[in-house]
């Protein structure tokens, strides 16, 4: 028969002295209450502010203000109408833009910024662009809201100055009123020669991002839609998928040339996109 260890005995004694001490004991139940407590708290605040989540933000551009709001509420985001402008081509009170864009990850109860198309057309008074450099010709037109439509070139000693300024075909001179976001055209010198430039890529652009990209490259823009563009709203939402001529190496374009391009909203068309980030 086995034999109890006499110090075994002793010390199993002792700590059932120690831990039957009712401070001691007191003091036990107070730091484990302190550690459910602890992990308790961070649960429930992990569960009501939904830490780490981070959500899709839908995309609203097309919509009446009051829907796309409805939307987003839902969608248990703020929102805010930071601006209006004047597209012809979006119906009045619609929204345009938003930032951060559709698809972009945001906390819970982020505000999206929203500019909606202005109920009645601004008008604003035509600038004179006529002897001054593109760039200057840009910078006059976009500070009155106005946007640089179809460039057209010719041979002439002025490279890159205004020679003509027109709004649908036709000059149109200083302090005429006009729309604003209105897209005027432009007649530029080439210089003496015939002045070639490379093709940009084009490909996943929404058509105001391409129009910005080809005006920096001298160039227009031909757009044809394919099926699933039919309203206003998917015009916004579309981009381009496949552009002529590509953006190889040895393409290149005379300048005031146009690049064609075709637009779709079907995502199966579009091109690999950079993995998307977190909006802070």
């Known amino acids: 028969m086995a034999k109890t260890n006499p110090n075994s005995s002793f010390i199993l004694e002792k700590l059932k002295e120690f831990f039957n001490h009712y401070v001691i004991r007191n003091i036990l139940i107070l730091i484990l209450l302190g550690i459910f407590t602890f992990y308790g708290t961070l649960v429930i605040l992990r569960h009501y502010t939904h830490h780490g989540e981070a959500l899709p933000v839908p995309d609203v551009r097309g919509m009446a203000l009051d829907e796309a709001g409805k939307l987003l509420q839902g969608q248990k985001m703020r929102w805010q109408l930071s601006d209006s402008v004047y597209v012809i081509s979006v119906k009045p009170g619609a929204v345009v833009y938003q930032n951060p864009e559709p698809g972009s990850k945001v906390k819970e109860n982020r505000n999206i910024f929203l ?124 981009f381009i998928y496949q552009q002529r001529p590509t953006a190889a190496a040895d393409a290149i374009l005379q300048l005031g040339s146009s690049v064609d391009v075709w637009m779709t909203v079907d995502e199966a068309k579009k091109p690999d996109a950079p993995q998307e980030k977190e909006s802070e």
């Open 115 to 238: 500019v909606v198309n202005a109920l009645a057309p601004e008008k604003v008074k035509m600038p004179n662009v006529v002897d001054l450099s593109f760039r200057q010709a840009k910078t006059t037109l976009e500070s009155q809201g106005l946007t640089i439509g179809q460039l057209t070139y010719i041979p002439d000693i002025a490279r890159d100055y205004v020679l003509k300024q027109l709004y649908r075909g036709k000059e149109i001179r200083r302090g005429t009123e006009i729309v604003k976001g209105s897209e005027i055209e432009l007649v530029l010198g080439r210089g003496l020669s015939d002045e070639k430039g490379p093709v940009p890529d084009l490909l996943g652009s929404t058509l105001s991002q391409a129009r910005e990209t080809l005006i920096k490259y001298f160039l227009n823009i031909s757009v044809i839609y394919d099926n699933t563009v039919s309203t206003s709203a998917d015009t916004l939402k579309a």
